[in-house]
Structure formats: C-alpha cells, structure tokens
C-alpha cells in the first residue's frame, strides 16, 4: 500500500483487510511499515483492535525494509494468508521515499502494489498515480473520499488512461466497512444521476437476511406488521449505510417528486427507535392500546415529545393503510372510491 501522506493510506489497509476476511474469508496481517509519521504504528494498531485483527509492529527505529521481512516470516509462521503493508507516505514525492519503496518491493516481491489516491484532489492525484506508476509500476489504484463529490468520476478516468493500470477499490465512506469493488459502469451510472441499482442489490443481499425479508412481506401482505418488526426493518436498511447514499443508488430518485433535495436526518431513525424501545412488548403488537398516559410514559422514557409519539403512530397506521390497500391492488380488487392513498412522510426525511 503506496501513497502520500492524507490519501488515507493506513485507514484503506484496514477497511481492505476487513473486506478480505469479511467478504472473502481470508486471514490478513496488518504491517506497520510506516516508522516516520508521528502515530502511524498506533493508528494501525488501533484499527487492528477495532477488527481483532493481527498487526505486526516494530520500534520506530527499525528499518521498514528488514520490518516487512520480519512481517512475512511471521505470516507464514502463524498461517495468515494475506499480508497488507502500509508504509510510508510523504508530503510529496521525493528520492528517499521511492528508494524505500523500491527496495521493499524487491524484497517481498508482493502479488499487488496499490496506490492510494485521493480522489478529492483532481489533477493532482492525476499527477501523483503517473509519477509512482513510472517508479514502481504499481498494480492498481484505490480512489479515496469518492462519496464526497463526483470529481472522484474524472479522477478516476485520467488516472486510468495516464497510467494503463486499473482503480480496483473504492473508499465510499469514513466507516471500516465503506470500501467496495470498483466498477467503472456503475460510477459512470451515479454521475449521470443514473443511480446504481446492482451496488444496491449486493448491499441489500449482505446486509438482509432473505428468509426474514419473506417473513415480513408476508405480514405485510396480511396487515399483522408490528413496530417490531417496523423496527427491525429500520435496522437492517441502516446496516446497509447512510439513507442518503442509499437514495443516490435508486435509479431517478433524485428527479421524484418529494425526493428531490430531501434532508435524511439519520438522528431522527434514532429518535424512532428510542420511542418504539420504551413501548412494552403488548404495545408494539398493539399500538391501539396506546391510550394519553401510555403516551405520556413512553414521551419520558424516550425522551421525546408527546406530539411526536402521536405522529409517528399516525404514520405508521398509513403506512399499514396504504399496505392493505397494495394488496387488493394486486389481488385484483377494486379500490375504494375516494382519495387516493396518502404518500408516507417518514420521520427521518
């Protein structure tokens, strides 16, 4: 793992290496090659203990190269079969720190070298992936930072026509679990306002237990969904990240009516879930029951507002209304004359 100092460089090893075990069931070792930047080897070693994940480390003093031979012996001796170094970066690109790099990289001979870029700086990243590429021929690219804006789109084309060599992942996010595959079609779909409906089908499928989704389509279908089960389905949808990049994924969301612009305000899903956890077991199966001191009760428990306890059981009676409703729709029966069903106003957005 090659780059300058703030690509992320020490940050992308970890969330490789959960993808790896995560994903791919593999058992990485975390190097920490990076002896000059002040913290680098406690970063990593923080990482490696918010993943229970093996790091190997040495003194400051150490040198990096005779540090990643030590690392690989280790490896083999205790059976791990990835190994991910991070070395060192710089505030530019400079002899001493291309000579470190050349000869780590012929001493371990690795199977990828990766060059973490910033795919917030735009030219410059060009420019950086050129300069390395001609150095050290690396294998790939990851791209950081791409959720921030859609420079990361252009970033990503020139660095691939300028070097020959392929982005291979993604950082999407802040969080250990936000780097992905990069597909080339799919970024082209996101910046086109396309969305990018197969990234949202694998996050669905990893995140969504299919057997239990069957469970609540039925209940759905049947009128007999509860606010449990409002509540675990809110929890499975916030596994699988933030509801604004969820919406970026839905081909034309962004052009619906009463999406366009729309604040996801995720601490509001905290608030939901705090109101729905201070009802007993009776009143989540049912909310009918829930008379002005059961109300008052949960208000404190909770430690929200009467008035949002009444709107967040309204909606959720519209939106077991609106249910029953799609149903007949597809069982063929007729609608009742009237109004059409009101559209939900979720208390998140």
């Given at each position: 793992m090659i780059?300058?100092?703030g690509?992320?460089?020490?940050?992308t090893?970890?969330?490789?290496?959960n993808?790896l075990r995560?994903k791919?069931n593999?058992k990485p070792?975390?190097?920490?090659?990076?002896?000059?930047?002040?913290?680098a080897i406690d970063?990593?070693?923080?990482?490696?203990?918010?993943l229970s994940?093996?790091?190997y480390?040495?003194?400051t003093?150490a040198?990096?190269v005779?540090?990643?031979?030590n690392a690989?012996?280790h490896a083999?001796e205790?059976?791990?079969d990835y190994?991910?170094?991070?070395?060192?970066?710089?505030l530019h690109?400079?002899?001493?720190?291309?000579?470190?790099?050349v000869q780590?990289?012929?001493n371990?001979d690795p199977?990828?070298?990766?060059l973490?870029?910033?795919s917030?700086?735009?030219?410059?990243?060009?420019?950086?992936?050129e300069?390395f590429n001609?150095q050290?021929?690396?294998s790939?690219?990851?791209l950081?930072k791409?959720?921030?804006d859609?420079r990361?789109g252009?970033a990503?084309?020139s660095?691939k026509a300028?070097?020959d060599?392929?982005?291979k992942?993604?950082?999407?996010?802040?969080?250990?679990?936000?780097i992905?595959?990069?597909?080339p079609?799919?970024m082209a779909?996101?910046i086109l306002?396309m969305?990018?409906?197969?990234?949202?089908?694998e996050?669905?499928?990893?995140?969504v237990?299919?057997?239990?989704?069957?469970?609540l389509?039925e209940?759905?279908?049947?009128?007999?969904?509860t606010?449990?089960?409002?509540l675990?389905q809110m929890?499975?949808?916030?596994?699988?990240?933030?509801?604004?990049e969820?919406m970026?994924l839905?081909p034309?969301?962004?052009?619906m009516?009463?999406?366009?612009n729309v604040?996801?305000?995720?601490k509001?899903?905290?608030?939901v879930e705090?109101?729905?956890?201070?009802m007993?077991?009776?009143e989540?199966?049912?909310?009918?029951?829930?008379?002005a001191?059961?109300?008052k009760?949960?208000?404190?428990g909770?430690?929200?507002?009467?008035s949002e306890i009444?709107?967040l059981l309204k909606?959720f009676?519209?939106?077991k209304k609106?249910?029953?409703q799609m149903?007949n729709m597809?069982?063929?029966?007729?609608?009742?004359?009237?109004?059409?069903?009101?559209?939900?106003?979720f208390?998140?957005?």
């Open positions: 780059g300058l100092q690509a992320g460089k020490t940050t090893t970890g969330k490789l290496a993808l995560k791919y593999r070792l975390l190097v920490a090659a990076d002896v000059y930047r002040p913290a970063q990593l070693e923080t990482l490696g203990k918010q994940m093996p790091v480390a040495e003194d003093d040198n990096p005779d540090i990643v031979n690989m012996e083999k205790e059976h791990l190994v991910l170094i991070d070395t060192a970066g710089r690109i400079d002899n001493d720190l291309m000579d470190e790099l780590i990289k012929q371990v199977d990828e070298v990766f973490v870029v910033d917030m700086t735009g030219q410059d990243a060009v420019n950086v992936a300069s001609e050290l021929e690396i790939g690219v990851i950081t791409l959720d921030g859609t990361g252009g990503a084309l660095i300028v070097t060599k392929p982005i992942f993604a950082g999407v996010g802040e969080k250990l679990d936000q992905e595959v990069f597909h079609e799919r779909s996101r306002g969305g990018d409906v197969l990234s949202l089908i996050k669905a499928q990893e995140n237990d299919e057997k239990r989704a069957k469970e389509e209940k759905m279908r049947t009128a007999t969904f606010l449990d089960d409002f675990e929890g499975q949808v916030k596994n699988m990240g933030p509801l604004d969820l970026d839905i034309g969301a962004n052009k009516k009463g999406l366009k604040d996801f305000d995720e509001q899903i905290a608030h705090a109101i729905i956890q201070s007993t077991t009776k989540r199966q049912e909310p009918s029951l829930m008379n001191s059961r109300r009760r949960i208000a404190k909770s430690g929200r507002s009467v009444n709107r909606q009676e519209e939106m609106m249910m029953k149903t597809q069982q063929g029966k007729k609608g009742k004359k009237g109004k059409k069903p009101k559209g939900l106003n208390p998140f957005m």
